[in-house]
């Protein structure tokens, strides 16, 4: 029965005061990963056996990471994806008495995965997999690594380079038969996190929707074995990743009703991809059920700098693998502070508004042009544009169509902005 009430509660959106309740299903087992866009509310749901590594498309990144994602089981252990560490460097010579030990990620950054978690740290053009040469602005193999796949084949593997934004891979038998090459260019990931490859299935993807903040999923991490000794063992868990440009702040002991991110801005922090992470929920041996912190929320600042109230109010375990998600719209993050240095004054009126707009702003010194955006309460982009602009007084009138509520209107330069909040009173 407690099943079917969830469902019933939380199936459909409920909008109150920007208010919106969901549910985010991983499947039975927790079979897929899931991402999650706050603004939209859309989830992509793909399974976690797709890929097994992938690889950053960030401009300056050369980080690579496995899939850890393992469905839960209760009876026979799923077989997972290993990758191995060497003390080798040349691939048709590498064999398995080479392996040192199993490499994993850190689940810190987007710029450091698996295969950079044996670096060198007092070495800065070590970057684990390859060297950097500074000089030719490369980098290129250092060692060879061994995959086990889920099907429980091992292959020998190489990421051979990274030249002018091309990863370029390879992986074979044992043997060195059945050589595979693949290259990977980030120019053809634009606005995504990761590129993925699938050593099983000899394929490159592109699997990330093409917005989203959340990522729900599994991952080992280290934990206490609760035996009071402090031994710390590795865990695989069910827990929920930031995507690059998201900060998040945890709060605790609060009323989630009534608690302002005013209160909190300062504490937004980037710092992990598991601030989140997978404590939103706890499982008690004692009642064989889950239970959530009744006090915590998240503020969760997307890389669009809409900033959202998080709480978990639902989790139904690995039966459905779903999770009930409130989320609520508490601001745009700059409005609170203009990071604009070249804006001098921004106005907008009137305000209160019955539908038409007049933006007037002034610039200290000439910039190529500056994005106008407005969203709703909902931080959803309803309206974008390019202004071409000049240095001293400018202005625009703004003709979209505007309902009753409130919205948000930036002026945006790269990572520079600032917003001013606007009430619609049709």
Not at 36 to 54: C, H, K, M, Q, R
Not at 108 to 132: C, H, K, M, R, V
Not at 152 to 160: A, D, N, P, S
Not at 214 to 232: A, E
């Amino acid at each position: 029965m407690r099943k079917s009430l969830l469902h019933i509660l939380f199936v459909v959106p409920l909008l109150a005061f920007g208010q919106i309740d969901q549910l985010v299903t991983m499947g039975p087992g927790y079979g897929n990963q899931v991402y999650y866009s706050l603004s939209t509310g859309e989830t992509t749901a793909i399974p976690l056996t797709t890929w097994d590594i992938a690889f950053s498309v960030a401009n300056r990144d050369a980080s690579v990471f496995v899939n850890e994602s393992v469905n839960s089981s209760q009876a026979n252990p799923t077989p997972e994806v290993e990758v191995y560490h060497t003390a080798a460097a040349d691939f048709e010579s590498a064999d398995t008495t080479n392996i040192i030990d199993r490499v994993y990620n850190k689940e810190i950054t987007w710029a450091e995965g698996a295969f950079n978690s044996i670096l060198d740290e007092q070495n800065p053009f070590d970057l684990g997999w390859g060297a950097y040469n500074p000089a030719t602005n490369t980098v290129n193999s250092s060692t060879v690594f061994f995959i086990k796949l889920r099907n429980g084949e091992y292959k020998k593997l190489q990421i051979v380079s990274l030249i002018s934004g091309v990863y370029t891979v390879r992986y074979a038998d044992l043997d060195n038969s059945n050589e595979v090459t693949h290259e990977i260019d980030k120019a053809d990931y634009a606005g995504k996190t990761l590129a993925y490859l699938s050593v099983e299935q000899d394929s490159v993807m592109d699997l990330e929707p093409d917005s989203w903040d959340m990522l729900f999923t599994r991952y080992w991490t280290p934990l206490d074995d609760g035996t009071g000794t402090g031994n710390i063992l590795d865990y695989m868990v069910t827990g929920v990743l930031t995507n690059t440009g998201v900060e998040v702040a945890q709060v605790d002991s609060i009323d989630p009703a009534t608690v302002s991110f005013a209160d909190y801005s300062s504490a937004l922090s980037d710092s992990s991809l598991y601030i989140i992470g997978h404590d939103w929920k706890n499982f008690s041996l004692a009642t064989f059920s889950w239970s959530l912190p009744a006090d915590r929320v998240y503020f969760v600042k997307t890389a669009s700098d809409s900033v959202w109230k998080v709480q978990f109010i639902g989790f139904e375990g690995s039966s459905t693998g779903v999770a009930a998600v409130r989320r609520t719209f508490a601001d745009v993050a700059t409005s609170i502070k203009n990071t604009f240095e070249q804006v001098s004054s921004y106005n907008i009126y009137p305000n209160p508004t019955q539908g038409d707009l007049n933006l007037e702003f002034s610039l200290i010194e000439n910039i190529s042009a500056a994005q106008l955006e407005v969203r709703n309460q909902l931080g959803q982009l309803i309206h974008q544009e390019t202004l071409n602009v000049f240095a001293g007084e400018n202005t625009k009138k703004l003709d979209i169509p505007l309902s009753q509520g409130v919205y948000f209107v930036s002026l945006r330069n790269g990572s520079s902005s600032i917003t001013k909040k606007v009430i619609c009173l049709r």
